[in-house]
């Protein structure tokens, strides 16, 4: 029977995790792993249990609550890694353990300083330990892209007679080119006498911008399986990107005839999820889900597809759930049926009481705005998600700036049912609201990053602020939306307070 189907590896939750202050709190990964169950995807690596409490327990968090997709733990070739691996996703319904070891020449050498047999030794013996506790184990030769090949026949041999199901050929620091890594992929299924009883999978760093394209020609030579992140995010220039790695499947049907479980709908609003959880913003140029790729200004390219869409798009917007400005235009006039009826044709079903909360905000929203466009409904019910369990709210706020003017703001905040109005100055509006509040909150935040980006098009535009900030030693991401950029700034920098606050209130 023909093997048609490729199996999804998501590791946005580790691999992604890894990449320099993308840090997401236990929260935010258990939505993330909520959305990428109802993206389809197959297996969700959620984490590296052994490397702190933390870890392990968002592992288990998400074990917990997972119920379609594997949830898997990652582990070197140590008991003790493999033990917290086990005990993590012992609540999931699926579950799988993923094994590493490090086997090309200048990782044995410089690395482990170990022999070949040694290692290899080392792998039989973690994957038999493991299997006897569990039946789905992925291993992963690290390095495998720079491994002498009859090594890597050899050890692949090895790890599957042990009992690994799957077997994931790295390409680890982004070294190989299409040609070389497909070539790779089609020595493995030729050369390892029982490749037949496995799974081969890959995972590919972007180092060179290739990880997209040696995934697919792995794929093309004979893997079934694809590891990759949401937006590409990872370990220094990321990994391969889960919506161009399906969308190239699908919508290059005629060249892969592969398929996966994707439903590439939610691509858009998973997208924007991440970006928001990491405060890594999405280029505009990027692939599928960018903010231009599916924009055209060009004369000639905007007259072709007003004639044909397909003279300039290669694909559906509609089909990674890129949001349509086309039909019922919401106002301030605008009704709950409508409000709700737009939410449901973007994918979005929210309980009665959270629809209220949201369709206030929208209404707020509407006395500003002249027309609401699905990126603000989009941006009112992710901020809506991060409202709960608040400990400070903003109340009101007032600016004053100006050529000669000293900047002034006077915020008033809510906390634990009280309300405390604060007066400041400072070098800007933007600093003096960060003084203001810090005087209201008694925690001292040092800004380390501050972006800002307009939501949604036009003068009225809805204005998205991204800060990371460091509180206590602890590095956390706020975001704040709101049409007053001083108004999203102050939400931004509450939004990470609380998230503090609430981090804190964990460890105790």
């Known amino acids: 029977m023909k093997n048609d189907k490729v199996l999804i590896f998501d590791t946005t939750l580790r691999d992604g995790e890894q990449a320099p202050g993308a840090t997401m709190s236990p929260e935010e990964k258990l939505e993330i792993a909520f959305s990428l169950e109802r993206l389809g995807v197959d297996i969700i690596e959620a984490g590296f249990p052994v490397s702190s409490k933390g870890d392990f327990d968002s592992v288990a968090n998400v074990a917990r609550h997972i119920k379609n997709s594997y949830v898997c733990g990652l582990a070197r070739c140590i008991t003790k890694d493999i033990d917290a691996v086990i005990e993590s996703v012992r609540p999931a319904k699926h579950k799988r353990i993923h094994i590493f070891l490090a086997t090309s020449k200048i990782h044995l050498q410089h690395k482990l300083k170990k022999s070949q047999d040694e290692i290899v030794s080392m792998a039989v013996d973690a994957v038999k330990y493991a299997r006897k506790r569990m039946d789905n184990i992925e291993f992963s030769p690290e390095d495998a892209s720079r491994t002498e090949k009859e090594f890597l026949y050899r050890i692949l041999e090895a790890v599957i007679k042990a009992g690994a199901t799957t077997v994931n050929i790295p390409d680890t620091v982004g070294y190989s080119t299409p040609h070389e890594y497909g070539t790779v992929i089609a020595g493995i299924c030729m050369n390892v006498p029982n490749i037949g009883k496995a799974v081969i999978s890959t995972h590919c760093h972007d180092d060179l ?101 397909r003279t300039y798009e290669i694909m559906n917007p509609e089909d990674v759930g890129v949001p349509s400005h086309e039909g019922l235009v919401l106002g301030k006039h605008s009704g709950r049926h409508a409000f709700r009826d737009r939410l449901k044709g973007l ?30 409904l989009v941006a009112i019910v992710e901020d809506q998600g991060h409202l709960a369990h608040v400990a400070f709210s903003l109340v009101d706020l007032i600016s004053t700036s100006g050529t000669n003017i000293a900047p002034q703001v006077v915020v008033t905040i809510a906390h634990k049912g009280k309300k405390q109005t604060q007066k400041s100055t400072g070098d800007g509006p933007v600093d003096a609201c960060y003084k203001a509040i810090e005087s209201v909150t008694k925690l001292k935040a040092d800004l380390l990053d501050y972006g800002i980006k307009a939501v949604t098009q036009g003068k009225d535009a809805l204005g998205e602020v991204t800060i990371k900030v460091a509180i206590e030693g602890e590095t956390v991401i706020g975001r704040g939306a709101s049409t007053d950029i001083i108004e999203a700034s102050a939400k931004a920098y509450i939004n990470a307070i609380n998230k503090f606050v609430a981090q804190k209130n964990l460890k105790k």
Do not use: W
Not at 266 to 293: C, D, H, L, Q, W
């Open 347 to 376: 994918g979005i079903e929210l309980p009665e009481v959270d629809l209220d909360k949201a369709f206030a905000r929208f209404k707020d929203l509407a006395d500003k705005k002249k027309e609401i466009y699905d990126e603000d």
């Open 209 to 309: 911008g290739l990880a997209v394209a040696n995934s697919l020609a792995g794929v093309q030579n004979g893997a079934r399986q694809v590891e990759c992140t949401i937006n590409g995010i990872g370990e220094r220039a990321g990994n391969a990107s889960m919506e161009e790695i399906v969308m190239g499947l699908q919508t290059r049907s005629d060249f892969y005839g592969l398929t996966t479980n994707i439903k590439t709908k939610e691509f858009y609003r998973i997208s924007r999820m991440v970006s928001k959880a990491t405060g890594f913003i999405v280029p505009p140029n990027k692939a599928i889900i960018g903010a231009n790729a599916f924009r055209h200004e060009s004369g000639i390219h905007q007259d072709g597809i007003l004639k044909e869409r």
